[in-house]
């Protein structure tokens, strides 16, 4: 099956007591447009006189493109040092999600572990981010090679707010807990492109 066809897991605030529940939802698909291109800052013109003596210039960094925020990623990526997955799937109040997921193929299920895990890391990351969404292949295809999964192009919801969102996620062997973990997370995704990649600000058709 398409990894763009996949289920989208939510993530529930939890309650005073720490404890999170998740569901999973089915998704429309979603047609990915193509990257714009990136323009090129025009060469300086050279100077109209010489000095006495030729100084050295060194070359002026080129800035980033000039399109869209949504394409752009910070290069860092934060390494995770703790997981949370299995231990949110544990919860009793996740009892229907966890046995849907494991009723899932293989690859789904990676899928839908890892963007468990990527909304709890991003909110252990920064307490004021409150994930309750996740798209991982809403700006671009996933990539999946064995267990290991790459979300290049990721979409994450916080307050009705929609961000980019990149990781890449290793599950273990039995494909019930999390290995390796590391994100990043980019640019708020302006509202004008929502609909393009069939992202709501609260549940709906699009999710």
């Given at each position: 099956?398409?990894?763009a ?7 529930l605030?939890p ?16 047609e ?32 980033q ?56 890391q ?15 292949y ?40 999390v ?29």
């Amino acid at each position: 099956m398409s990894l763009a066809l996949l289920p989208i897991v939510r993530r529930l605030p939890p309650p005073q007591e720490e404890a999170i529940s998740v569901e999973l939802l089915a998704p429309q698909q979603i047609e990915t447009p193509a990257t714009p291109p990136i323009a090129e800052r025009p060469s300086e013109p050279p100077a109209t006189s010489q000095p006495a003596e030729p100084i050295k210039k060194e070359p002026e960094p080129q800035p980033q493109s000039s399109g869209s925020e949504t394409t752009r990623q910070p290069a860092a990526m934060v390494r995770a040092t703790q997981f949370f997955s299995a231990k949110v799937l544990a919860d009793p109040r996740s009892k229907k999600a966890r046995e849907g997921l494991w009723q899932l193929a293989t690859g789904e299920r990676i899928v839908q572990l890892c963007n468990v895990e990527a909304m709890e890391q991003v909110h252990h990351w920064k307490a004021e981010f409150e994930p309750d969404f996740l798209v991982a292949y809403a700006m671009a295809d996933t990539i999946l090679a064995g267990r290991v999964l790459e979300a290049v192009g990721g979409a994450l919801r916080s307050k009705g707010n929609w961000y980019n969102i990149r990781y890449r996620c290793e599950v273990a062997p039995d494909i019930k807990s999390v290995a390796m973990f590391e994100f990043s997370v980019g640019t708020e995704i302006p509202r004008d492109e929502w609909e393009a990649h069939v992202l709501t600000a609260e549940d709906g058709a699009g999710d």
